[in-house]
């Protein structure tokens, strides 16, 4: 058996977490690979929308099991309270979900240092979603971080404490006031509820599984823009969101590797700063936002709108070898007389498709016009009913990219969903 993977090939929330719980019945395992709590996965059903920030988008499916990765970074005080929130008995999420011992932890010190670092950006700030994220993988790589196994080591407390001492050394270099106990009683508080959940050698889990024939989907946060080597640095977040990210996540190879499942807007958004070159700061930008409810699930800041990003899209399918294209939004779009995509950039009077190593507000998108849809499509439920000029603007997407689009979304409930036959 093969894993596959779903993930964002844009800056974020394009609507994995819709997307995963509504492939999550044809799934065994749901496994989320890296990024932390700067998630916020939006899924609907019964008229109740549920985000999640940690825990995998299969976990409303009674018959899964959901699995946090190694790759990811784990905020104990955020997964108790979002445990909490789900609305399922605790006992029963305790049997849907297992965590790797070596997720990495965030520590009270990294929101702090986080926030910290941010003040200290001034007009640059990278627009962090302030939940540690920065900080936690900085000390994975720089060997001083804490992992969910070692919560139950005897001298937890005496390593937590060390690490505590070497972030406050830090922090004192930034002149910035906080409030160290509100952090630390909540985080605790969860590393207690941790505690009762079934902490896993995941690597060996996966194999075990993959091999006794169940079906895995790993599911990404994040987007390909927002990924540490291949977004735009440095406004962008600090683990691999791409598919190759899932391999180190998950401790799978290459070869293990099935569909690539990438998931795309029919236009942009970006939360937090960072260059955006088909960015609308109009009222077209405006409407996108409020038809589309464009605002953070984790921050709840408006998201930055703009035109589809061809240039962008292609970048991302070639970095991810993505498979299938699944196109969602599709109805915010709806009544816009003509759409715009950007097929090229022009950058000092030179037309190009790729991106270049510097995004600046030198680059001048180049669009093509499309003829837009008029009708409500959220009632649609097979392809071929859909709008002709949405299924021509599909085929132009199809024909641009060589990828072919297999589901489109024309909701948000996981009921809003055409998988094209
Ligand atoms: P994620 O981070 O990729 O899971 O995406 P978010 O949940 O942050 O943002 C996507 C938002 O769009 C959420 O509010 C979803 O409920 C909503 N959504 C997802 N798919 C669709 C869709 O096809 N149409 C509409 N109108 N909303 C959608
Ligand atoms: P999902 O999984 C959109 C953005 C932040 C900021 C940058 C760095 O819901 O798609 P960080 O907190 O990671 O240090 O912030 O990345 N960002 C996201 N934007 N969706 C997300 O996740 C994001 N996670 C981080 O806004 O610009
Ligand atoms: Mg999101």
Redesign the pocket.
């Given at each position: 058996m093969k894993i596959d993977i779903l993930l964002?090939l844009q800056w974020?929330?394009?609507?994995?977490?819709?997307i995963v719980d509504a492939l999550s019945p044809g799934y065994d395992v749901i496994a989320r690979f890296q990024g932390g709590p700067n998630?916020?996965?939006?899924l609907?059903f019964n008229d109740v929308?549920h985000?999640l920030h940690l825990i995998p988008s299969g976990i409303f499916h009674s018959d899964k099991l959901n699995l946090i990765g190694n790759g990811v970074v784990l905020d104990p005080a955020v997964f108790k309270n979002e445990v909490e929130s789900l609305g399922i008995p605790f006992e029963e999420v305790t049997k849907r979900l297992v965590i790797s011992k070596k997720t990495h932890l965030i520590l009270p010190g990294h929101r702090i240092l986080d926030a910290a670092s941010e003040n200290a950006r001034g007009s640059s700030k990278i627009g962090s979603t302030l939940k540690g994220i920065g900080p936690a993988y900085t000390d994975k790589a720089s060997r001083n971080g804490l992992r969910v196994g070692d919560i139950l080591r005897d001298n937890f407390m005496e390593i937590y404490k060390k690490t505590l001492d070497y972030h406050l050394n830090m922090v004192r270099s930034y002149n910035f006031s906080f409030d160290l106990a509100e952090f630390e009683k909540g985080w605790f508080e969860g590393v207690e509820i941790l505690k009762q959940f079934t902490l896993v050698n995941s690597e060996y889990l996966v194999h075990d599984l993959l091999n006794q024939q169940n079906r895995i989907l790993a599911e990404g946060a994040q987007g390909t823009l927002l990924d540490i080597d291949f977004g735009s640095y440095p406004f962008v977040t600090s683990s691999n969101t791409i598919s190759a990210g899932a391999c180190t996540g998950l401790g799978v190879a290459p070869q293990q590797i099935g569909e690539v499942f990438g998931i795309f807007k029919a236009y942009c958004t970006r939360v937090g700063s960072g260059p955006f070159p088909t960015e609308l700061n109009n009222s077209t930008g405006e409407k996108i936002r409020k038809t589309?409810?464009e605002f953070g699930?984790t921050t709840g800041r408006p998201r930055r709108c703009g035109w589809l990003d061809l240039p962008a899209l292609k970048y991302a399918i070639m970095i991810n070898g993505v498979t299938k294209l699944f196109l969602?939004?599709?109805?915010?779009l709806s009544g816009f007389e003509k759409i715009m995509v950007c097929t090229a950039y022009r950058i000092n009077g030179e037309t190009t498709d790729q991106i270049p190593f510097e995004i600046d507000a030198n680059i001048e998108p180049v669009y093509r016009e499309v003829e837009g849809w008029s009708e409500d499509i959220s009632s649609v439920r097979e392809f071929d009913k859909l709008p002709s000029s949405l299924k021509n603007y599909i085929s132009f997407l199809e024909k641009e990219t060589g990828v072919p689009v297999t589901m489109v979304?024309?909701?948000?409930d996981r009921e809003?969903t055409i998988i094209r036959q």
């Open positions: 964002g974020g929330d394009e609507g994995k977490g819709k998630a916020g996965h939006s609907e929308k985000v589309g409810a699930a969602t939004k599709a109805d915010v979304s024309v909701g948000p809003e």
